[in-house]
């Protein structure tokens, strides 16, 4: 569902807002540093980020710009202007550089979620080997090779493992998201959508109605003298009659339609792009499915209403008339159901 989308894009973006506001305090202090050991150009490349940032964000809170954007601007710098000046300033792999561009790389990792993750990372590996082969080639000095070997490896392991375990546990912690948002969103004993659920599926109809005029039905039902079934038959009796009604649902209804249990014997159906005809024609395949249901001693019907958001003045409205007319449809079905059971 597009608001479960919308609640992850959320949980994701929190995390580039951390570090934009983790990389103005880094450039202040590397402002400080920078400027404390005369390695002016240096600082000047942080004042640049610092300036970039506090540029950002204004835009960022006006919405003319996405915080994904404005912490990928600072990260750009970073990765492809500040690590080699810094590479060639501080002797390459025998310098900070290779540390700091561990940090970088857990930061890329840590702040972008789609394909640009990937072709970031791709190229910033690609400016590090070459910076590598390129140190190697021209290094005048001496050296003990088996050192810088050991070095070159110890470098190589871990980044690879730490941007594996940290990209290992941010997928884990959105699956565990994804998972608890599910869980918090089903009914247990219908494996439905609950109550919960409403407002975001609501909400997402009504923006496309707004939008495009896309019209969609809100379908209210409820199982006929369930009280009556319980009490008879017992609960476990009700809870399969539930389990059965919502079985029916979601193989009448379609992949763009949202079925919920509403509460105790109630269920919602919100019907994406319908009409009249095609509300009716769901409403009558729920219940006829119905009536082939065996395994009980009693038949399963149920009080159906629906109406169009076009007739309604808002989605709540939709939901009211629909309720209503489920009401006057169980009415008329009373004594029917009474004489089944």
């Not at 951390?18 to 150009?41: D, V």
């Not at 540390?99 to 791709?122: D, E, G, H, N, P």
């Amino acid at each position: 569902m597009q608001h479960q989308q919308n609640d992850f894009a959320i949980m994701q973006m929190s995390i580039p807002v951390k570090m934009l506001i983790a990389c103005c305090l880094s450039c202040i202090t590397g402002i400080i540093l920078m400027a404390a050991t005369s390695y002016y150009f240096l600082m000047a490349v942080f004042i640049g980020i610092l300036v970039i940032s506090l540029i950002d964000v204004p835009l960022v809170l006006s919405k003319r710009m996405s915080i994904e954007t404005a912490s990928l601007i600072p990260m750009l710098i970073l990765c492809f202007v500040y690590t080699p000046i810094s590479w060639y300033t501080f002797d390459g792999l025998l310098g900070c550089t290779p540390f700091l561009s561990i940090l970088f790389s857990t930061m890329i990792v840590l702040s972008y979620y789609k394909r640009k993750q990937a072709v970031l990372l791709s190229l910033y590996g690609a400016l590090l080997i070459g910076l590598t082969i390129h140190w190697f080639i021209t290094w005048p000095g001496q050296r003990d090779s088996l050192q810088v070997l050991n070095i070159l490896i110890a470098y190589v392991i871990a980044l690879s493992v730490i941007v594996a375990i940290v990209e290992s546990v941010k997928r884990k912690n959105l699956e565990i998201h994804q998972s608890i948002t599910n869980l918090s969103l089903h009914d247990s004993l219908t494996n439905l959508l609950n109550r919960r659920a409403v407002e975001g599926v609501l909400q997402d109809q009504e923006n496309e109605f707004s939008a495009a005029g896309t019209d969609y039905a809100v379908m209210m039902m409820d199982v006929d003298r369930f009280k009556a079934i319980n009490d008879r038959f017992g609960h476990h009796i009700g809870d399969s009659v539930l389990q059965t009604l919502a079985q029916c649902i979601q193989r009448m209804i379609r992949t763009q339609d949202y079925a919920f249990r509403y509460g105790g014997d109630e269920f919602l159906l919100v019907l994406s792009h319908v009409d009249e005809s095609i509300t009716s024609q769901v409403s009558e395949r729920i219940r006829s499915s119905l009536l082939c249901v065996q395994g009980f001693t009693f038949s399963i019907t149920v009080s159906v209403g629906y109406a169009l958001r076009s007739e309604s003045a808002s989605a709540a409205d939709a939901v009211v008339l629909a309720d209503k007319r489920m009401y006057q449809c169980k009415e008329e079905s009373r004594e029917r159901f009474q004489s089944d059971l």
